[in-house]
């Protein structure tokens, strides 16, 4: 996951992002899943406060003077979702690397829900110019 | 260099086209759209030949396997090179892109210098070749990324 998370960092924003541990020290306000199905049932989740997601943003397209509207922030986080969950798949080797990627489902982030039984959760913090988020990866 | 550029994602759009004109190929007009639907209405419309589509896997209205068949059912810009953008290699739908007449696939995510080796092969092959035949067989991917 470590691999897939700082491969979008490095390629697409140009920069690193390091793990900070398994929890985020300020709330999440937008969060990002996709659904892995086929040869492996997983989710992928990231979570960002509005902070940060403003940030990711400004990353990913730059212009610095431009006010990103609340669509285009949901489109980045998306994306960037998109591309973990792809590049964790692509990692696991096969089968799993078949498995079938849902479009990025986004909403204001739930309170925490118990996993399902027999579900295991890997969860990562990360921060990047001090703009922390967190992303999940559960097998189902 | 005229391209144009089909994503859902205006976020995808904006970042393939900033890549682009930042990879060493002089961009002269870029057009958008937002689904395979709407890519082949400017097909239809646009009066000056396209010199490269770049086109998103998964869209709603008509992803990028459908906008290909029809496409090519339709004739339409039969000698305009099509590559596909996509975060997922394995996706089956990918293979049904090239299947349906794609020259290759760019891997998300990527640098610029990957965009620029994805698109170089196939512009490079259409600069040799003006008006190929349509293909009949599998085209050999420019695959760049960790594809398997």
């Known amino acids: 996951m470590d691999d897939a998370v700082e491969d979008v960092f490095l390629k697409m924003l140009e920069r690193s992002c390091a793990a900070t541990g398994e929890c985020l020290a300020i709330p999440p306000d937008i969060c990002a899943t996709i659904n892995l199905s086929g040869t492996l049932e997983a989710e992928c989740a990231v979570e960002f406060p509005s902070t940060s997601a403003r940030r990711l943003t400004l990353a990913l397209l730059g212009d610095a003077d431009a006010h990103w509207d609340d669509a285009t922030i949901a489109d980045a986080v998306g994306e960037f979702c998109n591309m973990v969950a792809g590049g964790w798949k692509q990692r696991l080797g096969p089968p799993a690397w078949q498995a079938n990627l849902s479009v990025p489902s986004i909403s204001s982030c739930p309170d925490p829900i118990a996993p399902a039984a027999g579900a295991t959760t890997l969860r990562r913090a990360y921060a990047f110019d001090d703009s922390p988020f967190l992303v999940s990866l559960t097998l189902l | ?148």
């Not at chain 2, 990879?23 to 400017?42: C, M, P």
């Not at chain 2, 339409?76 to 290699?89: F, K, Y």
Request: charge should be negative; aromatic fraction near 2%.
């Open chain 2, 1 to 148: 260099m005229r391209v144009l550029i089909i994503d859902d994602s205006m976020v995808m759009r904006r970042i393939v086209e900033t890549a682009l004109r930042h990879s060493g190929v002089e961009i002269t007009e870029v057009l958008v759209a937002r689904n395979g639907s709407e890519g082949l209405a400017v097909l239809e419309q646009t009066a000056a030949p396209l010199d490269l589509i770049l086109c998103d896997v998964h869209m709603p209205v008509l992803d990028g396997p459908g906008f290909l068949l029809e496409k090519r059912n339709r004739n339409l810009a039969p000698q305009v090179p099509v590559v596909m953008i996509t975060a997922d290699t394995s996706d089956p739908h990918l293979l049904r892109s090239i299947a349906a007449g794609a020259q290759g696939y760019i891997a998300k995510p990527f640098t610029l210098e990957q965009m620029h080796a994805g698109i170089a092969p196939v512009l490079r092959s259409r600069s040799q070749h003006p008006n190929p035949a349509p293909l009949a067989t599998e085209p050999v991917p420019a695959t760049i990324g960790g594809a398997p």
